[in-house]
Structure formats: C-alpha cells, structure tokens
C-alpha cells in the first residue's frame, strides 16, 4: 500500500506532465508546446523531434521498451498498435531511437475498425495524430501516446476528434458572447467533466462460469436472490476487506498514470459500487475514463474478482450509470455556472444557464441518443436510473429566479438557511440552494449540470460532442440577439432576450419526481418525447435539423454523420443477436440438463419411496416434477419462437427495421423464455446447474 507521505511523489509519476515538459524541455521547445495546447497552433516538426528525443529518454527511465498510439475508434473501447524503440545498427546491435514524425503520426490498420461506409474494406489506410492536450503516459511497458484516428481521407473514425472540435465550438462561441457582455479577457472556454463510474465485482470464478456474462457482459437468465437490494443496507455501507484491498489497488494504479480518483463507496445493488474523479478538462476526463475502465478490470482480475461495466448485469436489482458533470470554465478562472451570492445579478451565470436550457431542449432526442446502447435501454426508466424523457431540474431558488425574468418581476433572495439538526453538540451549516433530484436526467447541482442518464460502459465523448455543440449553437444564436442591440447592450436588453429563450424552451424544466406516471403523461402534454430505446431516436441523428447542426460547427461532415447512425445501428442489433444466441445456448445445455437431471432423480425417488410406502406417497416430489415438466414445455415453446425470429432477423438488410426488429420481437421473447427459465431455476438445487446463481455471486464477497 502507498504510504500516505509518498502520495504526492508517485502521483502522476507515470505521466509526461507539463511538470516534467517544464523541467526537461528546452525552454522555447516548452513554450511552443503550451501554445499548441492553450491556443490550438500548430506545432512544427522540429519541435516535435525535441519533444520526442525527451520523451523517449524519460519512458526509457520508466522502463518503457515500447511506445503506442493509444486511440479511440467507434468500438467503443480503445485500440493500441506497439512498437519498440530499437533501431538494429551495422554491427548487430541496436540503438533506441524515437522521432518527431513518429511521435505526430502513426498508420494503423484502418480497415477492421468500423467506419459506416466511409472506408471500403479494402481501403486499409488510417492515420493516428498526436493529441498534445492529452498527455502521454506510461503502462505495461510501453509509452502511451493519445491520438485522434482518422481515414486516408480525413473522414474521423474516433471518439476523440469531434469532442476535440465541439470543444473549439463551443469555446468560440463562449468567447464571442462574453466578449460582447464586457469581459473582453478571456481568450478560451473550456468545458470540465467529472465521471462518475459505476461497476460491480463478483467472484472471477462464477464469472468464467457464466457464459452470459462472458460473451454478453450481462445475466440473460437467473432467478433473484432470496435476498436483492431491499434491506437498503449496502449504500454507503462497511466496504468489505476484499473490496477494500482492491479499491486501494485500483486508486494507487489510477494515480501513478495521473488519474485523480477521489471518492469510493458502496452502492446500492449488493456488490455494486463506485469510484468519481475530481473535475478534469473534457478531452483529459474523456481519456482518464476510458483508462480507468480498462485498469479497474486489470486490477480485478490480479484480485480474482470480475469488474463487470455492463449498465444491467443482475435483472431486478439497480444497474451502473456514469454520471457525466459538466461544467463550462474560462481561462479567467471563472466558472460560468456559478450563480454567485446573486444568481438574479450574475449576467453571464444567466446567459450560460440558458444557453444549456435552450440547448438541452432543442437537441434532446439527439442528446438522448448519446447514450443510448442496448445495454442502457434495460437501464433506462428503472428505479435507479433517470427515465428517458429529457427534463432540466434547476432546484427551488434558480427556478424563482427563472420565474422572475419570465414575469419581469424583481427576484426577492430568502436568504441562506442555517440547518438546525436538534442536538446542541451538533454544528448549525448552511443548507445548499438546491436539493439533489436523482429522478431527473439534466440536474443543475451548484455549479455544474449532472447528466445523469449515460451508461457504465459507454465513452462519455459522445454526450459530451452533443452537449458542447448543441450549447454552442444556442450561443451563437443569442450573440446575434445580442450584436443586434449594439454597442450599448444594457443588462435589461440582456434578460429581455433570456425571457424569450425562457419562454420558448421553459416546457424542459421540470423539479418533481420524474419517476412517476403522471410525469409520463405531463411530458407528452407539454411535447417532450420519450424515445424509450435507439431505434426510436435513430431517425433524429440523419434529420435535417441535426445535420445542419453538427456541420454548420464543423464537428461532423454528413458523410461522418451517416457513418455514426450505421455504426449504432449494427452494432445494437449485433448485441442483441449475440445475447439471442448466448441465451439459446445457456437454456438447452446448461439449464435444461440439470433441470433434467434432477427432474431424473426426482422421479427414481419417487419410484423408490412408492413401491416401499405405497401410491399415496410423495405428494410433494409429484408437484414439483409436474412444475418442471410445465416449465420444460414452456421453455420449448418460447426457445423455438427465439430460435425463429432470430433467423429472421439474420435476413433483415436494412439497418433500421433490423434494429427495430431486435427490439420489439427478439428482447420480448428473450423476456418471455427467462421467464419460464427463471421459474424452472427456482425449482432446481443449485448442484444439478452448472452455473452460478444470483445468490452466490452477488452475496459471495467478504
């Protein structure tokens, strides 16, 4: 375990940081870095070849052998290509050599990573560039260089390139409309995020016995556990000693690599728990999460443990989310999200807000489609996740304050509220403006908005290009507004403009219990969609309104758009497909054969216990055979309509239908036939499965 005085040596001890650049770059070489990072410049070769030379001594003191470009295509997860230092000389030995050109530029293979149509398969060019603003790290070997990844055209085929320049959208268009409000210093915006991860870890060994979870990252059958989540006594609770090895593990590796983890605790779902980030810059933040994704599952597997990211690996007990924060901050030191004492005083706090509410509005079905997956569709609506109607809650104070623009009405502070807890010993404080709704998917909490609906799995970029788009084009509208009021834009001009934004878009604000019906039935009425899965908001990514957004910023060409939708269709419907097959399999040579073999057993019982004590016998053992063989017939049934539908859906060719159609008919008959397995498996003692059950991994931790 890391002592705690050497905390702040090893911290980050394992990354290229501006400290280390600072203390082993020359100086113009480091300046010229900067800029590239601050302003967005370009950066020359020569300096490349400078920054390279330092780099790779430095990896080499780590015990770097290797470098890689580390990039993030439309899979989902990351991809790495390594590639030794060494350079073989004349007299058979070999120097360790690493240049410029291979620090900017890498040629992976282009042509098995997903692309939508915009590569033919045999078109195997691609291109990795170095992203300077992320910075490189060290991990099993090799130095890790971020990069963006990219066609032999140019088309993006990564993750990172359109958050990169939604990024710039929005910090141009923050930069014009600040500028025009007076604060004529700021020279950039950055958007900031804090991700929170949810996970669970069971037993590595029930894990490689579960093929469900092997080929899916979920349980496609499994009856509950006499005991689930209702006690509520694992959130917040005594972390177990396993655990607690592995979360001190996982904080020590994600340090050295730079990682500022901060907060781990229990949550609600036995073995669930989850681990937040301080507030990063979005690009870094976007980084760090995928890294930590892949470093949790290491350090599980060293404690024999699964980590399993799926957003609904256990039916009917909570699933896993990733809270994205988002917040908006100048290079002033400003955070435009802060209300401040006077949030009603606060212009540009105002403007941002409802820029964001503008936004959210506007752009929800493309929002909502962010995170969408066939695995956050089963998590989605449930207790413990936001439903899919998109709604803003700005809490009590902000929405009076909202309020009085709307009316015109001057906005009467209540005042901070000193909380009284009833016991002298215990200390008065002062109570926050708003409370937390869990219920909403967009939670203004302070000074940052909460989005709460991305999945555990997923790569917050895609959120995060959406919503920094989306905030930028509202803040290229109202700088219009603003502009067109000239030189002498007055505070009352100002909000007279944020009232019509408020007016238009207020219908997105919503502070109650998103949870219930009756909010179902209010969201229709006020024309809120509720696009429950991602067939359902797939049209909304190629419409026209969508399409003029993303190009009009310069985050995705229409070619690059197409890709996208034909990328989350097939790779929806290819999940669903596998989960199909996995389940088909699970049911005929795992579940079926022990509920034969005990109904076997069962039966030579009874033949025994009958010709010893009679027909009269054995009531008992006779209802059970008899629920088997009705849970067997069942099973039969509903296995056959699973196996027939998805033939059909193997004929399917167009993208949309097939996906519809793995939604609508393939998941409701993979629910129909885990219902007759879950009742069979309620049935069956737990040494005729060859699996594990619910009770035994979720309870197995100590």
């Known amino acids: 375990m890391m002592e705690a005085g050497k905390l702040t040596e090893e911290y980050g001890c394992l990354v290229f940081s501006d400290k280390v650049m600072r203390e082993r770059l020359p100086k113009d070489i480091y300046k010229a870095v900067k800029k590239t990072i601050e302003k967005g410049t370009h950066l020359e070769l020569e300096v490349a070849n400078t920054v390279a030379a330092v780099m790779k001594e430095w990896a080499i003191e780590h015990g770097a052998t290797h470098f890689t470009h580390w990039f993030q295509p439309m899979t989902g997860l990351t991809a790495e290509k390594h590639d030794s230092f060494i350079s073989p000389t004349e007299d058979g030995k070999v120097l360790m050599e690493f240049s410029g050109k291979e620090l900017v530029k890498g040629e992976p293979d282009a042509s098995s990573f997903p692309s939508g149509g915009l590569r033919a398969t045999f078109e195997a060019r691609g291109y990795t560039a170095w992203d300077p603003s992320s910075p490189a790290f060290i991990k099993d070997g090799s130095l890790y260089i971020p990069t963006a990844f990219c066609s032999y055209g140019g088309e993006a085929l990564d993750k990172k390139t359109p958050l990169l320049r939604s990024m710039e959208a929005l910090s141009e268009q923050a930069v014009k409309v600040l500028h025009v409000l007076g604060y004529e210093d700021v020279t950039r915006v950055n958007t900031t995020i804090g991700s929170e991860q949810e996970y669970f870890l069971i037993d590595k060994d029930f894990y490689k016995k579960r093929k469900d979870l092997l080929f899916t990252g979920r349980t496609l059958i499994g009856a509950p556990a006499t005991k689930g989540q209702e006690m509520e006594d694992h959130y917040f609770g005594v972390i177990k000693p396993k655990v607690s090895a592995y979360m001190h593990d996982l904080d020590e590796e994600l340090w050295r690599l730079g990682i500022p983890a901060k907060t781990k605790h229990n949550e609600v779902a036995p073995s669930q728990h989850e681990l937040a980030p301080v507030f990063e810059t979005a690009n870094i933040a976007v980084d760090h999460n995928q890294l930590t994704m892949e470093v949790m599952k290491k350090v599980a597997d060293k404690h024999n443990f699964a980590c399993l990211l799926h957003e ?256 989350l269709l097939e790779n929806y419907s290819k999940s669903i497909h596998i989960e199909s097959l996995t389940m088909q399999e699970m049911v005929r040579k795992d579940l079926l054969e022990g509920l034969f073999a005990y109904q076997n057993d069962l039966s030579r019982e009874v033949c025994q216990k009958k010709s010893v004590l009679g027909d009269d016998c054995c009531e008992l053992e006779t209802e059970i055979i008899s629920s088997l063989d009705k849970a067997g017939a069942s099973m039969s049934k509903a296995l056959k309509k699973l196996h027939d539908d998805t033939k059909t859906a193997e004929k399917e060719e167009d993208g949309l239908a097939t996906a519809s159609y793995y939604e609508m008919t393939i998941l409701s008959d993979m629910d129909e036939l885990r219902k007759y397995a879950d009742e069979a498996e309620e049935l069956i003692p737990e040494k005729y499965l060859s699996y594990p059950t619910y009770g035994q991994m979720l309870f197995s931790l100590r």
């Open 312 to 567: 609904k690996p256990f039916e009917g007990i909570n699933g896993s989310g990733k809270h994205n924060n988002w917040s908006v901050c100048t290079d002033t030191g400003m955070n435009l999200l802060d209300p401040g004492k006077t949030p009603e005083e606060n212009i540009p706090f105002l403007v941002f807000l409802m820029a964001v509410i503008s936004a959210v509005d506007e752009y929800a079905p493309i929002l909502r489609l962010s995170v969408a997956s066939a695995g956050n569709d089963h998590r989605l609506g449930g207790n413990e996740a936001p439903p899919a109607i998109i709604s803003i809650f700005v809490g009590d104070e902000l929405a009076e304050v909202l309020k009085s623009i709307e009316e015109g009405k001057a906005y009467k502070s209540s005042g901070k509220v000193q909380m009284a807890m009833g016991a002298q010993v215990l200390p008065h404080f002062v109570k926050d403006n708003t409370d937390r709704n869990r219920t909403s998917p967009f939670a203004f909490t302070g000074n940052k908005f909460e989005f709460r609906m991305p999945g555990s799995a997923v790569s917050v970029a895609n959120a995060n290009i959406v919503l920094n788009t989306a905030v930028a084009e509202v803040l290229s509208r109202l700088l219009t507004k603003f502009e067109g009021c000239g030189k002498d834009l007055s505070k009352e001009a100002v909000i007279s403009i944020l009232k019509d934004e408020l007016i238009a878009h207020k219908r997105v604000l919503f502070n109650g219990n998103g949870y219930t019906d009756e909010w179902v039935e209010e969201a229709k009425s006020r024309g809120l969609l509720n696009l429950k899965a991602l067939p359902d908001a797939m049209p909304y990514w190629i419409s026209k309104e969508s399409i003029d957004l993303f190009t009009k910023h310069g985050i995705f060409t229409e070619e690059e758009l197409h890709s996208r939708y034909e990328i």
